[in-house]
Every structure is written in C-alpha cells, then in structure tokens.
C-alpha cells in the first residue's frame, strides 16, 4: 500500500512516498480504517517515537471508513462507516497510508457536515484545546484567556472553544494578516508577535494557552495574574517540561500555575467535537488539501511559517 515513510534520523530525515509496505490486519479489538485523508503535524519530524516505530510511518490524525474489525472487537462501529481518530503516537504505524490500525477508544463518528479532508485536520488541534481548557486549566466561565499562535491550527480551537463554551474574553496572539479571520472565530482583541512590546498590552489574563514556546511563551509571563495559570504545548517543550525543574520566571510570579503536557488520543471527546462541528458551533480548521502523489510536497509546505491553513494529504479522492 501506498504511504509516507519518514528516513533517516531526527537531525538528518528525509520523508518519501512508499509502495512497499503491506496492508495491516487488526488483530483482538483493534479497527483497519481505509484512510480518506490524513492531517500532518510538521513538528512530528522531532518527536522520538517515529523513529522508535518499525516503519516509519507518520500522521496521528485521520479521516476515512472502517474497513475491517478484529476478531474481539465488540464495540458500536460496522465496516462502512465514516470515522476520524487520533491514533496514539506509540502506534506501531501512523495514519499516513492507505490503510491504518486505530483502537477502538481512538476512534468517533466523522462530523457529518464537513469532507475528510477537513476531518483528518482536527483530532490533534481540537483535542489539544479541549484538554487544556477543560481538563488541565479549571476556569471559570468569562474568563479572561490569553491564545498564542492563535491563527494556528490548534490556536482556532483554543479560540473559539474558549469562547463559545466557556463565554471567555479572547486575546489572540498572531500575525497580523490573521487577525480579521481570529475576530470572525470569537477572539475579543488580537495582537501582533512582530510588535516586541505585544506582552506589554495585556495585562491580568487568567489563563495563557501557549502553542508557541520559546521566546513568545517566555513573554507570557508578564501577561498572567497572580494567581493564573501557564498551559504551553509548544514544540520544543520547555526546558522545564518533563519534569525537568522548574520555570525561572517563578522567582517573580510565585502563585501561577504553570504546566506543559502532550495530547492523548480520546473518542469520547472527538465525537462531542463532532457534534458541535455538525451543529455549527465550532467551525473546521482551513485545510490545505494534496493528492497522495503529492505528500513530498504536502510536508514541505506544512513545514512553512505563514502558511494558510493546515496540510492534509488525500489517500481517496473527494468530490
Ligand atoms: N504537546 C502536544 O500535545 C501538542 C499537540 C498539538 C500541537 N503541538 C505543538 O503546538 C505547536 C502548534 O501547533 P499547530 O498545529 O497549531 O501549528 P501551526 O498550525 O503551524 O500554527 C503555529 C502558529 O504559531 C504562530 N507563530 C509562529 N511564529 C510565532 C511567533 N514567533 N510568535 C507567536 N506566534 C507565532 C503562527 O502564526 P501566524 O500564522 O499568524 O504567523 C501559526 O499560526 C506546534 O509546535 C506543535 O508541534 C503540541
């Protein structure tokens, strides 16, 4: 079957088209998915579980149809029916092939309202913002948030999850030619990270949801209450991520709150992302779709800054 391999090492990769790699077969309660499109994560090429995978397949989020269950799988999905999953980044395989193992609690049912395409886009980006506001940052409704990279793919979900459910006052970290779009999404005030002095024009946030890191996330700090808290996911995490020790920026901020933790694949949450994608209250990440001859290419533009939208690759073609 058709799929991206990633060679090499960190330092030194090279991604290719391959047509060597057989077709999985789910075993015990794991679901074969026919993959329709398949979303890329540009910043993968660092993470070091691709390279402890056998095949070197990338891509956690996909979009496609189940296509076969195992032998022990006893859960409510039937061969046919349109899926979008997050699969785990310690799968054996990525989502990037013509077909992929997913597990069943990876797995929801495909907002019905937008293409694959579109589909394939959103398990990472929404489940990362959900996780943040909902189950690490325990805000209160109205409260006043802080997104950098907010133009980003997970930056729209931090935005307008922020506020549509939890009715907070939205300021949006962005360049400027993405501000009119974070305004349309929700966000109350935008501010540009080419102005050095953006930290300086916010003052009192409750809560900052970094995805940008370094510098920007360093800058934050003069953002946040007192009392706020600090929820980066930025690549490369923190030095201080890991467990590793402790931000320096504590010494003048003693009471904030400050984490970084990595996403988990979860069903539950992306079917209730699908029903407020179907009933209009979350709108989809633009997406840049390639045709799968196309992939070589599909990464290098998802590897570049201010890029419009996020890359998918389409391993089935879609009217
Ligand atoms: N830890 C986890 O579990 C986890 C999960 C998901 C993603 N991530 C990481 O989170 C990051 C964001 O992911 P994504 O998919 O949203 O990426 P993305 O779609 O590429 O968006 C990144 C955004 O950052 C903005 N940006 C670039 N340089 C900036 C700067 N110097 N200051 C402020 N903003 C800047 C860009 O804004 P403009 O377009 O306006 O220039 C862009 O929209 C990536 O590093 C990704 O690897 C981590």
Redesign the pocket.
Known sequence: MKAVQILGSQNDHRIILSDTLPRPTPTGQQVLIKIHAAGI????VIWPELYASSNRVPGHDISGTVDALGPKYSGPLSVGQRVYAMIDADAPQGGQSEYAIAMPNEIAIKPSSISHAEAAALP??AL?AWEAIFKRANLDKGSKILV????????VMLVQMAKKLLNAEVIG???S??HAMLAELGADQVLD?NDPDWHNKVQGVDAVFD??????LTKTWNTVNGTGIIVT???P?PAWAFDRGQPEELQNHPEVRWL????SPDGDTLSKVASLIDDGTLKPIPVVAFEVEEAVEAWKF?AQ????G?AVIKFVAEK
């Open positions: 994560t540009a910043d993968e990472i980006p990362t950098t990279g907010a133009s980003g793919a997970v930056g970290l962005a360049s030619s993405n990270y995805t940008v890191g370094g510098e920007t996911v930025g690549d995490a970084h933790f990595i996403v998802a800054r201010g890029r419009k996020k």
